[in-house]
């Protein structure tokens, strides 16, 4: 069990490092294509999986806790 929170605190901490806030300044330039609508559903897919990252971690962690 303490093997698992191992290597989903090393994934989400990867998840939470491959995602880069700078992205967001190309929205103001106005610019709207199929390149940047593609980096979008990747960012929300990205964002998802870390957000099913932290309810996992926070999971195991009370368990681990008990």
Known sequence: MKILWYI???LLVILILLQNPK???FKTFGF???TLSNTRESEKLLQNITWIGVILFVILT???AL
């Open 8 to 10: 989903v605190t090393i």
């Open 23 to 25: 992205k967001e300044s």
């Open 32 to 34: 709207q294509n199929q």
């Open 62 to 64: 009370s368990c681990l």
